[in-house]
């Protein structure tokens, strides 16, 4: 039956894997990362001769897919030709902000706080919450974003640690934080 559902989406066009994807069918993304990924990870490793950062690359152009597959337009160009053109431009500006500072992962996955920290007593209160809300969570969200915020270990650190695909790893810290944002806002 696996077989059978492969062979089905092999044939499935790109587009139609994407109206799929727009349902939220998990197996037409994975059939859009079976066909692109190589391509996509090829594009990103050349660029940034390092292929912890080309995964990196390679898992947010899938989750953007995943987010957004409702806004991709067949008559301005082909998946495979956005795909190229994305990694290329994100492998590029991966690599303009090594110069600064290679750790894109702390501002996409911050947390702004609405209230004053001036005092020891806001700080104690806000540190009871999220201890609150982080216990909450299930153990692969919290094991993953109190490594990445406490530990100040990097998504690839992380995964090696864990013994998990990266994918998996910056899912979860992305999950937690979305958590952490709403329950402190």
């Not at 912890?52 to 067949?74: C, S």
């Not at 969570?137 to 915020?149: K, N, S, T, V």
């Amino acid at each position: 039956m696996i077989r059978a559902q492969r062979a089905e989406q092999q044939n499935d066009s790109d587009w139609s894997l994407l109206e799929r994807v727009v349902q939220k069918d998990e197996s037409a993304l994975a059939a859009l990362y079976d066909r692109y990924s190589g391509l996509v990870f090829a594009e990103a490793t050349r660029i940034l001769r390092d292929s912890g950062a080309a995964e990196e690359v390679l898992q947010d152009l899938f989750y953007q897919i995943w987010r957004t597959a409702e806004k991709f337009d067949p008559a301005r160009g082909s998946l495979p030709g956005w795909l190229l053109v994305a990694a290329r431009n994100r492998s590029i500006s991966r690599l303009r902000r090594r110069s600064t500072r290679d750790d894109d992962e702390l501002t996409e996955n911050s947390v702004v706080l609405p209230c004053n920290l001036e005092t020891t007593a806001a700080q104690n209160q806000l540190l009871g919450r999220v201890k609150t809300i982080l216990g909450g969570m299930p153990d692969g969200q919290r094991e993953a974003i109190e490594l990445a915020y406490f530990e100040g270990m990097t998504h690839s650190e992380i995964a090696e640690h864990l013994a998990m695909p990266l994918g998996t790893v910056k899912t979860r810290i992305r999950s937690a934080v979305e958590i952490l944002k709403q329950a402190l806002a």
